[in-house]
């Protein structure tokens, strides 16, 4: 990725960039499907999850507010247990981790289960954290490349909202909610600050997406990305569109009715 971007002309890596990795991350053929759903659902899953939340809230706008009492209670049930922050697009951080800042593999811990399993602790001292990977059997732990010193092998399994490293439960640093989202500090207000704030929450989320994500790929010129390679990108960006667009209409509606 930094290869790339230094022979594209920039000093720092990007989106485009991190799409050449579906190159790379698979075996067989019969994988290649899942690896490009994965990249391409990880560009697109933070504005998806933003979407899916402004489309609740306006669901429960709608819902008459004797109904929405007796369903508070349920309501309450946080599920989303994998709402972690990522870092470097690869890494959860452990929180209170006693060797200090540690960040570990998003695509190891997908792949944990409440079984223990050998792992390694290493600081990398190209990106000057700690980071821990599991061990997969038969393959070689190569230190060398991934400039890791310091090397300690240490036992993790899964837990709810984190991982259990040596026998102590640690969690994982979640994203910052947006106050707007909270949909039970929305049932307390009147109607029309509800829908002000439910359109404040939609253009805060279209623009961090256009910014972060729809810049970079408008008049992309990576060189090493094929016309394959965009395609892909361009069906994610459509299909992102006409959810936001899908939400504009329903948001517009709402307004059109308490009018």
Same mark, same amino acid.
């Given at each position: 990725m930094q290869t790339s971007a230094y022979l594209n002309g920039r000093s720092e890596i990007n989106l485009s960039d991190y799409l050449l990795l579906i190159h790379s991350f698979w075996n067989d053929v019969e994988c290649i499907p899942n690896v490009l759903n994965a990249f391409t659902s990880s560009i697109s899953d933070t504005v998806l999850k933003g979407l899916s939340k402004i489309d609740k809230s306006i669901r429960q706008l709608m819902t008459p507010q004797k109904q929405t009492a007796q369903q508070s209670t349920p309501s309450r049930i946080n599920s989303d247990n994998n709402d972690f922050a990522e870092y470097d /697009?690869? /890494? /959860? &951080? #452990?929180?209170n981790y006693p060797a200090g800042d540690t960040y570990f593999s998003k695509w190891d811990y997908a792949a944990l289960t409440n079984q223990t399993r050998d792992g390694v602790r290493y600081y990398d001292s190209k990106r000057k954290k700690n980071i821990i990977h599991t061990l997969v059997p038969? *393959? +070689? %732990?190569d230190a060398k490349s991934l400039n890791a010193t310091n090397l300690t092998k240490v036992n993790i399994q899964r837990c709810q909202n984190g991982a259990i490293i040596d026998g102590t439960p640690y969690a994982f640093r *979640?994203? #910052?909610?947006? +106050?707007t989202t909270n949909s039970e500090l929305l049932q307390t207000l009147p109607v029309y600050q509800r829908v002000s704030l439910i359109q404040d929450s939609f253009k805060t989320c279209v623009e961090k997406w256009e910014k972060s994500v729809t810049a970079?790929? !408008? =008049?992309?010129?990576?060189? %090493? &990305?094929s016309s394959n390679d965009l395609a892909l990108v361009?069906?994610? &960006?459509? =299909? #992102?569109?006409?959810?936001?667009? !899908?939400i504009e209409v329903k948001l517009n509606n709402v307004v059109m009715m308490i009018k």
């Open positions: /697009y690869f /890494y /959860y &951080l #452990v929180e038969g *393959r +070689p %732990f *979640r994203k #910052v909610a947006h +106050p970079i790929w !408008t =008049d992309c010129d990576n060189i %090493f &990305l361009n069906k994610m &960006l459509k =299909d #992102v569109n006409e959810q936001i667009k !899908t």
